[in-house]
């Protein structure tokens, strides 16, 4: 008895990493496997915040074709000198425009000095409105910069969706080991029961003197080792539900009860057959690093595009009016309009911009081997989780029919019990014998769907339940 004790609380020990949390019990709601996963897809944070950065990359799309399209500004200003700069002409010319305007005036023979004026030449107020367009003719950068940024948009849509099927299989094995603590907790609570009514029936028989006081203390020594069992398994579902609503990124107010049973669910067998050739195809990190192949590329056009020109066209229209009081109409203003074009090409950077080419052109050179390095771990994980699958496979069947003989066992030798051919230490035989195949049939059972989640991560497919809202 006490080693099937061991061996179901060491099974539910291992699937359970985080510490008891206290249950506020202020909501409880009872899930299905494909509402969990619904609702995971819609609370988890990391699918949130990557569901945010799709519409971030979108944004940067969309700014990458702004740099394309025509810049259009409008300018105003006005200005009011409020202490007038001194003015200077030369004596040479100033001293003549004095006579000319005063014949009568004595003016001294020039010397070629400045002389400063009586007044200034700076008006009192400006005002000017201008309008201005330039468009970019030709700059690599910006055109190459607009297919970067459609392929990073293409990359964080694979990301969101890897971060989707990677929530999606954690739910489902949270969940399997929330079933499988369940049914263990209830088999532990079945044997606590049959313990209980086993020892009812020897303390009756013990009084008849049927039985001896050994097979007494047998019976009281089991039904006393089970009751801590119990409490354990309690112990692990309670940090299994913890675990699944933690998973789900569902606040701790709210506690889970899982409504499904841990069942078998076959995959298909065509799947598996093509799932080695497949993972290369439809896996989502082989997508990830194909778009990051294709971002290094365009960053080592990018740097080129260094070597080449900018051209672009301009054109101006503005309105200007200068006075030296406030009454600034209409008719004071003047306009004037340019259009012109600007080209602009670097001749030397100080080897800066060889070196950026170099540095992209390893980055790519480095993707694409992490990307050899994948496809070989993929194709090598693939098979390990199809043999994986395989033999949990086989073990259920297996299982299944050592859990039938240990059931038929069990009657048996309870019969024989109840009639006096058998003995207690046999009794207590069968029970951990029958026990012990259904902790083997639930562990086979729940590493079967494990590998089943496990498959269809690396396959990038999600269950048909799995419907995509966006917000």
């Known amino acids: ?103 009568t005036a004595k003016v001294p023979k020039p010397t070629g000095q400045l002389i400063e004026l009586p007044f200034s030449m700076s008006p009192s107020n400006s005002a000017n409105a201008a309008l201005n367009v330039r468009q970019i003719l030709f700059n690599g950068s910006v055109f190459i910069g607009v297919g970067a940024a459609n392929i990073y948009s293409k990359l964080s849509r694979d990301i969101y969706m890897q971060k989707k099927v990677e929530t999606v299989a954690k739910v489902r094995k949270a969940y399997y080991a929330t079933l499988l603590a369940h049914e263990a907790l209830t088999m532990m609570q079945s044997n606590l029961k049959n313990a209980e009514d086993n020892f009812k029936n020897v303390q009756l028989m013990r009084s008849q003197g049927i039985v001896s006081e050994y097979d007494e203390l047998r019976a009281t020594v089991g039904m006393d080792n089970l009751r801590p069992a119990v409490i354990q398994s309690e112990t692990n579902f309670n940090l299994a539900v913890d675990n699944l609503r933690n998973t789900m990124g569902v606040a701790d107010s709210i506690k889970i009860v899982p409504s499904d049973n841990l069942v078998l669910q076959d995959v298909d067998e065509g799947i598996i057959s093509a799932a080695n050739q497949a993972v290369l195809e439809s896996n989502i ?26 051209i672009a066209a301009y054109g101006s229209y503005s309105y200007t009016a200068i006075k030296d009081d406030y009454r600034i109409s209409t008719n004071d203003f003047y306009k004037t309009a340019q259009v012109g074009l600007t080209f602009s090409l670097n001749l030397f950077q100080g080897f800066q911009t060889n070196s950026k080419i170099e540095q992209a052109q390893l980055e790519q050179q480095k993707t694409e081997e992490q990307k050899s390095s ?90 048909e339940y799995v419907q995509e809202t966006e917000e």
């Open 285 to 310: 990190n082989i997508n990830i690093i194909k778009h990051q192949i294709e971002l290094n590329s365009a960053s080592v056009n990018a740097e080129r595009a260094n070597y080449l020109p900018t």
């Open 374 to 463: 994948l496809e070989r771990n993929l194709q090598m994980g693939i098979r390990s989780v199809i043999g994986s699958l395989r033999q949990a496979r086989k073990r259920v069947d297996a299982q299944q029919k050592t859990v039938e003989t240990a059931e038929r066992g069990y009657k048996i030798v309870t019969a024989r019990f109840l009639a006096n051919a058998a003995t207690q230490l046999e009794v207590n035989d069968g029970q951990l014998a029958l026990s012990q195949a259904k902790v083997n049939r639930m562990q086979a059972i729940y590493d079967y769907l494990v590998a089943a989640s496990e498959l269809d991560s690396m396959l990038g497919r999600l269950p």
């Open 1 to 103: 008895m006490k080693k099937m004790i061991t061996v179901v609380i060491a099974l539910l020990a291992g699937l359970f990493e985080i510490s008891p949390a206290q249950y506020a019990d202020t909501t409880q709601l009872s899930l299905t496997i494909d509402a969990a996963v619904r609702m995971a897809v819609q609370q988890n944070p990391e699918l949130q915040s990557a569901r945010l950065e799709v519409k971030r990359s979108d944004a940067r799309v969309m700014e990458a074709w702004g740099y394309t399209m025509p810049s259009v500004d409008i300018s105003g200003t006005f200005n009011h000198v409020v202490t007038k700069p001194k003015s200077y002409f030369p004596d040479a010319i100033y001293y003549p425009l004095v006579k000319l305007m005063d014949s």
